[in-house]
């Protein structure tokens, strides 16, 4: 796919207020997965329209992707995304939430960026689909500024989210099966977390 196809996939997910990863968190994300070449098989918690899998798969030639909607209108839009990008053969779009989805696959890569009360549900759900060595990237651990200063909402859902956003950073950054590297300015709060055990 082009650039300008792919440009006009990205703005006109910002013109919908469609939920896309920050643009320098996907350009960590993608510098990432540059430079860690044994990462070929990956699977993403919230595809979208399939912006951020389109530029996953592009990285690599043999790079594999399941990706996981749980909205079926953005999933009808990721699957037409992605076959005009001619990546049918190695993106696959699966309609389901992902706490729901089974497979025996091993990946070493599980990019996270979903329902955000839920991620430590996906987590320990998708620990059997991780091997040592498997990294778990998780998005929006910020959630713009508001887990580390909750006086910026007044909104009490959001309060009552950022709250549970912050103790899945909390329980991240000390689980021992691990090794975690948080960065609160990139993205909207990125954790990068390698299971060593």
């Given at each position: ?6 440009k006009s ?6 013109r919908k207020?469609i939920p ?6 996907m350009?960590f ?12 098989d990956?699977?993403e918690?919230?595809?979208a329209?399939g912006?951020s899998?389109?530029?996953?798969a592009?990285v ?10 749980v909205?079926p209108?953005?999933?009808?839009q990721?699957?037409?995304n992605?076959?005009?990008a001619?990546l049918?053969?190695?993106i696959?779009?699966w309609?389901?939430?992902g706490?729901?989805?089974?497979t ?16 430590r549900r996906y987590?320990e759900?998708f620990?059997?689909n991780s ?5 778990f990237?998780?998005?929006n651990?910020a959630?713009h500024?508001?887990?580390?200063d909750n006086?910026?909402?007044?909104n009490r ?7 549970k956003?912050l103790k899945?950073?909390?329980h991240l950054l ?9 960065y609160p ?6 954790a990068?977390?390698k299971r060593?055990?």
């Amino acid at each position: 796919m082009n650039e300008s196809e792919l440009k006009s996939i990205h703005d006109e997910a910002r013109r919908k207020n469609i939920p896309l990863m920050k643009d320098d968190g996907m350009d960590f994300l993608i510098h990432y997965l540059e430079e860690h070449e044994h990462i070929r098989d990956i699977l993403e918690i919230g595809t979208a329209v399939g912006y951020s899998a389109i530029r996953m798969a592009e990285v690599r030639w043999d790079m594999k992707i399941d990706t996981l909607e749980v909205n079926p209108e953005m999933y009808e839009q990721s699957l037409i995304n992605v076959s005009q990008a001619g990546l049918s053969d190695r993106i696959a779009c699966w309609l389901c939430d992902g706490a729901q989805f089974e497979t025996e696959k091993k990946y070493d890569l599980i990019f996270v960026d979903a329902a955000k009360s839920q991620y430590r549900r996906y987590m320990e759900h998708f620990m059997r689909n991780s091997l040592p060595g498997t990294v778990f990237i998780f998005d929006n651990l910020a959630f713009h500024g508001i887990v580390d200063d909750n006086s910026i909402s007044h909104n009490r859902s959001t309060v009552q989210m950022v709250h549970k956003i912050l103790k899945f950073r909390e329980h991240l950054l000390k689980d021992e099966r691990f090794e975690t590297v948080y960065y609160p300015d990139i993205g909207d709060g990125i954790a990068v977390a390698k299971r060593i055990r």
